[in-house]
């Protein structure tokens, strides 16, 4: 499921391009960073796992000691952040806004909150799934108690 949102992040930082470049404000470099961000790693996120070599790569990386949806977490969680932070500069610049229309900062803050729902949802499924596989891990390990008639009493980790 948390795929299924990669395309829409990307699509929706083009609308979000397109909201912040009609505003014409020379102040805005915190959005614009935002949304350049958010649509490189989305645009990039979405062809990897198109081509399907998230694990080949993270293997070629980190020599497989990190997962894809560990760094899929990361990213999700940090650009969340930035998410959040650029909603409310958005509607903060749509009140300072005196002389001009506030109408692209108001469009663009409505669509920043489209765009952390976006990267928070696939970021809590991320987390309840590693959650959950270490919690399994966990379950399977099976220590024995002590026996006096027997040479390995416990079992090794």
Known sequence: MPHFFKPLQALNAIILAICIGSTASGDNGILWFTIIVSLIISA???VIFALRIQ????????NGSVAW???????????????VISVWLSFSFANRS???TSAGYIASGLFFIVQTIFYVVPCTVIYREVQAS????????VIEPAHPFRSNAYQDL
Not at 134 to 141: D, K, L, P, T, V
């Open 44 to 46: 990039a996120a979405t």
């Open 69 to 83: 949806n560990v760094v899929e977490l990361v990213y999700s969680f940090i650009l969340a952040v930035l998410c």
């Open 98 to 100: 005196l002389y001009g």
């Open 55 to 62: 694990d080949e790569l993270m293997e070629s990386i980190s």
């Open 134 to 141: 270490s919690e399994a891990e966990r379950q399977n390990i």
